[in-house]
């Protein structure tokens, strides 16, 4: 199985403040990597799909970028509604597989 | 509007059984594959497992394999987990969520809002 290595497990920013986040992976999965943000007591939702583009209705405040095995993921300008866990996911192989995520809370 | 509803959910003892149903609205069902993910309390998400639109590819976690079973009723827009020989560690909530293809990529663009499952004496 392929393993995704997310770092930092969390971080604490002010509002307004940049947020990166990276994802490794064991092994090339080109660019077939998603990334989603999930709230206390809901489910995941897609923001970013094959590495670096944009789900539809999401804000632009959110990109990412990576291919191979080393990926990253910002939000430019961090808001109130962005806490949550973010995580990434290959879906090069089955099974699919998710890092371990990155709690994101406001300082 | 893509919607996901999963039920089935509930507490069971270790050893059992349980059922779980994702009904889904808004898309050709037999379009796409589909997937079960789960998260155990306080932690992150696991897949369980995936299949196909006509269910002729099916995958499975190892931590699953030989107790639980996968299925769907293209008739009924419903997807389907049988689980069998629950343990303490299945304990979680279920997710269900849309491939984005026909096939069973691993590529989840859509997910339901879980079932509780807990497993305990």
């Known amino acids: 199985d392929i393993q995704m290595t997310q770092s930092p497990s969390s971080l604490s920013v002010f509002v307004g403040e940049r947020v990166t986040i990276t994802c490794q992976a064991s092994?090339?999965?080109?660019?077939?990597l998603n990334w989603y943000q999930q709230k206390p007591g809901k489910a995941p939702n897609l923001l970013i799909y094959?590495?670096?583009n944009l789900e539809t209705g999401v804000s632009l405040r959110f990109s990412a970028s990576g291919s191979g095995t080393d990926f990253t993921f910002t939000i430019s300008s961090l808001q109130p509604e962005d806490i949550g866990t973010y995580y990434c996911?290959?879906?090069?192989?089955?099974?699919?597989?998710f890092g371990g995520g990155t709690k994101v809370e406001i300082k | 509007e893509v919607h996901l509803v999963e039920s089935g959910g509930g507490l069971v003892q270790p050893g059992r059984s349980l059922r779980l149903s994702c009904a889904v609205t808004g898309f050709t069902f037999e379009d796409y594959g589909m997937h079960w993910v789960r998260q155990r309390p306080g932690k992150g998400l696991e897949w369980v497992s995936g299949l196909n639109w006509n269910s002729d590819r099916i995958g499975y976690a190892d931590f699953v394999k030989g107790r639980f079973t996968v299925s769907r009723d293209n008739s009924k827009n419903s997807l389907y987990l049988q689980m069998n020989s629950l343990r303490g560690e299945d304990t979680a909530v279920y997710y269900c969520?849309?491939?984005?293809?026909?096939?069973?990529?691993?590529?989840?663009?859509?997910w339901g809002q879980g079932t509780l499952v807990t497993v305990s004496s």
């Open positions: 996911q290959q879906y090069e192989s089955l099974p699919p597989t």
């Open positions: 092994q090339d999965i080109s660019t077939d």
């Open positions: 969520g849309k491939d984005y293809s026909v096939a069973v990529t691993g590529r989840i663009d859509s």
């Open positions: 094959d590495a670096s």
